[in-house]
């Protein structure tokens, strides 16, 4: 695709009202690309508002890549307990421990090996080249997805082969050389602002007067999507074991949610399960295989926590037990007190919050 006029004369609405409405956030005042490229993981599952806090934290801790390579995975996931889809920061891991080994922990500053580095695709290498050295390269987001179908009324689906390439295309068209990375960050700004999912206020978009949506009104239509991926219930009973001042963790691992992070014993049944039907069962009989002695202190409601494609139904079971017997394969006993030094979902976070909460 060409340039033409009228592209870069919406590139010049854009950077125009951004220089007014945008937000101030610490990342948009370095050219680091470590400090942009933290900023871009955490910000990909999660609101700028929730965001914020943790990407104070964690670049005080790991404020360059030598400090994240060297510190341990289990403190990288301990910092970026809460923020959820924990591959991001295993990925982030890996990464800072490639960079140490192969660039002398400097970042590498072309768009392909940018892209090289694990957990980084087309969109935050693009962020990151062009944010950081200019590079053009555009970004596309759902933001940017959202700004692009209404202004040019396009109905082609955003998550299918075709639809991906085009809008890349229509992106890259769109984008001034001079000035990619202070396009990017208006086109995106704009989307998180003011070219919102849900009930825009068209009347104050600077592109208003040239958007098809707008004319249409089609507003709400657009961007399409062909479908989504069905979600599945599944249905978790956690153990919170106490046995002399101490409690049981064991580290999750394999191709599931939570990767890396420690839990309690978890028996995971296929349908809701009630104390009686679960004490039952096979798996109950070998985790407590040993005790003699079980007492039963409390039941937590029923949490529901949904993540993406699958949904938690959640029990917690406080129980007490007179010896430790013969605990399964990779289970650690640690003093409850030092829990806080674990990094652990955020569901089980929450639980531990109710029971301080219910001793007040």
């Known amino acids: 695709m060409e340039h033409t006029d009228t592209d870069f004369g919406l590139s010049r609405l854009l950077c125009e009202w951004y220089d007014t409405h945008k937000r101030d956030l610490p990342w948009r005042h370095s050219r680091d690309p470590y400090i942009i490229w933290i900023s871009e993981i955490i910000l990909q599952q999660t609101r700028v508002a929730q965001g914020l806090d943790y990407f104070n934290r964690f670049v005080e801790r790991f404020p360059d890549i030598r400090s994240l390579a060297e510190a341990s995975e289990d403190e990288v996931l301990k910092y970026w307990q809460g923020l959820g889809y924990y591959s991001r920061a295993r990925n982030l891991h890996a990464a800072a421990r490639f960079m140490e080994t192969h660039y002398e922990a400097r970042f590498p500053q072309t768009y392909q090996e940018v892209r090289a580095l694990k957990g980084i695709g087309d969109y935050t290498a693009a962020a990151i080249v062009s944010f950081a050295w200019n590079l053009p390269y555009a970004v596309v987001d759902g933001n940017v997805y959202r700004v692009l179908a209404r202004f040019f009324g396009i109905d082609t689906p955003i998550d299918t082969g075709a639809g991906k390439k085009y809008f890349a295309e229509l992106a890259q068209r769109l984008l001034p050389p001079k000035r990619a990375g202070l396009h990017n960050q208006a086109m995106m700004e704009l989307g998180a602002l003011q070219c919102v999912p849900q009930t825009p206020n068209c009347t104050l978009c600077p592109l208003a007067d040239a958007c098809v949506a707008y004319a249409n009104e089609t507003v709400s239509l ?9 979600s599945r219930d599944r249905f978790f009973h956690y153990f919170y074991i ?3 001042g101490k409690t049981f963790l064991q580290k999750r691992v394999g191709k599931d949610i939570w990767k890396g992070l420690y839990e309690f014993p978890l028996i995971e049944t296929n349908e809701a399960c009630e104390w009686p039907e679960l004490s039952r069962t096979h798996e109950f009989e070998r985790l ?24 938690l139904y959640t029990t917690f079971y406080q129980l007490e037990i007179n ?25 089980i976070q929450k639980y531990l919050d109710s029971l301080v909460g219910n001793m007040k």
Do not use: N
């Open 222 to 230: 657009l961007p399409v999507k062909q479908g989504r991926t069905k």
């Open 242 to 244: 106490l046995y002399k």
């Open 288 to 311: 407590f295989s040993g005790i003699s002695k079980l007492t039963w202190q409390s039941t937590s409601p029923l949490y529901k926590h949904v993540l993406s494609h699958q949904t």
């Open 323 to 347: 010896e430790a017997g013969e605990l399964p394969h990779g289970f650690h006993m640690i003093p409850t007190e030092d829990l806080d030094q674990y990094a652990i979902p955020r569901l």
